[in-house]
């Protein structure tokens, strides 16, 4: 079964444009990781957030993890096409048979319109 | 730096036969995942080897067995297939350890099963 569901599933935006996705779990986790996948190929590691952390910067992606209300968000600035793409949101878990293994959602499908 | 590789990349198979997918990880990489992956659904976890064992398993029937050579490479075999094993099988690979990075995992391209 998949731990995590995002939202919404899918989304589209003008180049330039910011885009969100929201993703929310059902356990107690380690880290929550963003990945990318183009075209059902293989993913992309984004960005990898830690239980204890609130939010993180990379580039022109920022993520942010509430533990509180299970759920985490996927900014995206200053949208390019090339950010087209399914974004997955995944979890590890905290206990250590979960270590290591990665539980995902159903991803949210995103197309960046030139 | 050799990424993660996976071959075949296409397979087409009819239901009742076996197939095996094989997986080389990322240089430097000692654990292996393999993760199925249905159209339009997020990756499921199958297993995990570390060391030449697996170490995790994800819900998935004991016709979806692996192994793991001294290089760290991998197989995935599957056997019965049936034509709900259609997918996308995708392989990751990390470096255990401690440090938070130990948790991000390289993915290959995959292999896209077909059973008919």
């Known amino acids: 079964s998949q731990q995590g569901e995002e939202d919404p599933q899918a989304l589209s935006i003008q180049e330039g444009e910011n885009a969100t996705m929201n993703c929310s779990y059902k356990?107690?986790?380690?880290?929550l990781q963003w990945y990318r996948q183009n075209s059902g190929r293989g993913l992309v590691h984004l960005i990898l957030?830690?239980?204890?952390?609130r939010e993180k910067h990379s580039g022109r992606l920022r993520v942010t993890l509430d533990t509180s209300k299970k759920s985490s968000s996927l900014l995206i600035t200053a949208s390019r096409a090339a950010d087209t793409a399914s974004y997955f949101c995944?979890?590890?878990?905290?206990?250590?048979?979960?270590?290591?293994?990665?539980?995902f959602g159903k991803g949210t499908l995103l197309t960046v319109n030139p | 730096d050799a990424g993660v590789t996976q071959s075949p990349t296409h397979l087409i198979k009819t239901r009742g036969q076996q197939v095996t997918l094989r997986c080389s990880p990322k240089?430097?990489?000692?654990?292996v995942s393999w993760y199925q992956q249905a159209l339009g659904q997020g990756p499921q976890f199958i297993f995990q080897?570390?060391?030449?064992?697996?170490?995790q398993r994800g819900n998935f029937p004991d016709r979806f067995s692996g192994h793991q050579f001294p290089n760290y490479s991998s197989e995935l075999n599957v056997n019965a297939l049936l034509l709900g094993d259609s997918a996308l099988y995708l392989c990751?690979?990390?470096?255990?350890?401690?440090?938070?990075?130990?948790?991000?995992?390289?993915f290959g391209p995959g292999t896209r099963l077909t059973v008919t």
């Open positions: 995944a979890t590890n878990g905290d206990s250590g048979g979960s270590n290591y293994k990665l539980t």
């Open positions: 080897y570390y060391e030449e064992e697996e170490r």
């Open positions: 990751a690979s990390s470096l255990r350890g401690l440090a938070p990075s130990s948790y991000e995992q390289y």
């Open positions: 356990t107690s986790i380690n880290n």
């Open positions: 957030i830690r239980s204890n952390e």
């Open positions: 240089s430097g990489h000692d654990t």
